[in-house]
C-alpha cells in the first residue's frame, strides 16, 4: 500500500456525484466547444448563485490556462499585472504570463497577502515618474482568495482593493482556484454575491475542488466580456468537448455541493492544526483554510515521510523544514485519525 498523500488537493478524481452524471450522459450527442445545453444550465446555476444575471461564464481546463487567458485578454502589449511575490501567476506558472508578453509587477507579500495601500503608491508611483512611458504600466491587479499560503482577504481589504482598482479604471481579478476552500471557512466574511459585485473578474475553480479538471471563469466587467472566446481558442483553451466541463459544474452548483465540499476539506484540516498545535509545533502562516504550514525538525519530518508525502514550503533553518498539510473535499477521515496518531507518537518538541 502506498504512502497516504497530503501535498496537494487535487489527488483524488471527482466526486461521485460527477462521475455518475459523466456515466449517464457518456452517450450523449452535443454540439461542441461549450456551446452544449449542459455548458448553458451551468452558466445559469453560477449566474444564479453569484447573483449577477449578465455575468457572462466560460468554463477552462486549469488554473494556469485560465490566469494566462484572463490577463493576456485584457492587457495591452505595454501592461502589467500587480501581484503579491507569492501568488500563483508569479511563482508556480513557469512564467506563463511573461510568455504571453506581460509582466507581473509584484509587491511584497504579507502572509500571502497585498494591501490596497501597497497597490496605491504602486500606481501613484508609476505615474508620477518623468517619462512613465519607460516603464511597464500596472494595468490589473492580481489576487488569490485564499491566497497561496491558505490566508483570506478580509471583505474590507477586498473593498479597499476595490476601491483602489475603481480610482485608477483598471480590473481586478480574483484567482479562485481554491475559491470553495476560502468562502466555506469559519473565518470568511464574505459571500460569493458579495465577492462578484467587487471583482471584475474571477473564477470558481473546479480542478481542486471535486470536478476531474475545469475553472468557471465568470466576467462581470462588460468592457473586458468583448472576444473572451476568441482568446480562449487562440490560447488551445477551448474544449473540443466541452459539455464534460458543463456537466461538472451543473453537479457542483447544485445541492451547495461546491461548499459541503470546501467544508469537509476544511473540518480536516483543522483537525491536523489543532494535532500540530497540541503537540507544540510553531504555525509558519496562520491558515483557516485547508492549507496548512508548520516548522517541522527535521527528524520528524523524516519519520512522518514514512508514511505520508506532505508538500515541503521551505527551509526555516538548518534543523526546521515548513511544511504544507494539504486536505482536500475528498480527504479519507481515518487518514487523518492515522496522521493524528503519529504525529502523537513523535517524540517531544524541542522549542
Known amino acids: 500500500m502506498g ?3 497530503f501535498q496537494c488537493d487535487y489527488n483524488e478524481g471527482c466526486a461521485p456525484q460527477i462521475m455518475q452524471r459523466l456515466v449517464e450522459t ?6 461542441g466547444y461549450g456551446e452544449d445545453p449542459h455548458c448553458e444550465h451551468a452558466r445559469e446555476l453560477i449566474r444564479k448563485v453569484c447573483q449577477v444575471p449578465e455575468a457572462d461564464v466560460h ?5 494556469t490556462q485560465a490566469n494566462a487567458t484572463i490577463i493576456s485578454s485584457i492587457l495591452r502589449p505595454y501592461q502589467g499585472v500587480i501581484a503579491s511575490t507569492t501568488g500563483h501567476i508569479a511563482v508556480h506558472e513557469t512564467g506563463a504570463i511573461e510568455h504571453s508578453g506581460h509582466k507581473v509587477l509584484t509587491l511584497p507579500a504579507t502572509n500571502g497577502k497585498i494591501t ?3 497597490i ?3 500606481l501613484f508611483d508609476h505615474y508620477h515618474e518623468d517619462g512613465p512611458e519607460h516603464a511597464v504600466q500596472p494595468a490589473m491587479v492580481y489576487i488569490s482568495y485564499p491566497t497561496e499560503y491558505g490566508t483570506l482577504y478580509t471583505k474590507q481589504e477586498l473593498t479597499d482593493i476595490h476601491k483602489v482598482c475603481r480610482e485608477y479604471q483598471i480590473p481586478l481579478f480574483v484567482d479562485g482556484a481554491r475559491l470553495g476552500y476560502g468562502l466555506a471557512s469559519k473565518e470568511s466574511d ?3 454575491p458579495e465577492l462578484s459585485k467587487l471583482a471584475d473578474v474571477f473564477y470558481l475553480g473546479g480542478t481542486k475542488q471535486g470536478a476531474l479538471f475545469g475553472e468557471a471563469v465568470v466576467i462581470t466587467n462588460s468592457a473586458l466580456k468583448r472576444d473572451f472566446r476568441y482568446f480562449i481558442k487562440q490560447g488551445g483553451g477551448m474544449l473540443a468537448k466541452g459539455r464534460l466541463l458543463g456537466i461538472q459544474y451543473e453537479e457542483l452548483m447544485q445541492n451547495d455541493l461546491y461548499l459541503t465540499l470546501a467544508r469537509h476539506a476544511n473540518k480536516q484540516a483543522d483537525r491536523i492544526r489543532e494535532a500540530l498545535l497540541k503537540k507544540g509545533y510553531k504555525m ?3 491558515s483557516p483554510t485547508n492549507q496548512q504550514f508548520f516548522v517541522l525538525p527535521n527528524d520528524h519530518l523524516k519519520k512522518l515521510e514514512e508514511k505520508y508525502v506532505l508538500g515541503i514550503w521551505g527551509v526555516a533553518d538548518a534543523n526546521h523544514t515548513i511544511v504544507r498539510f494539504c486536505t482536500s473535499w475528498a480527504t479519507k477521515e481515518e487518514n487523518i485519525d492515522k496522521l493524528i496518531k503519529d504525529i502523537q507518537e513523535l517524540q517531544e518538541v524541542k522549542q
Open 3 to 5: 504512502k497516504i498523500q
Open 26 to 31: 457518456n452517450l450523449e450527442q452535443n454540439i
Open 59 to 63: 468554463f477552462l481546463v486549469g488554473g
Open 116 to 118: 490596497a495601500e501597497q
Open 120 to 122: 496605491e503608491k504602486c
Open 190 to 192: 464574505i459571500t460569493l
Open 284 to 286: 509558519a502562516v496562520p
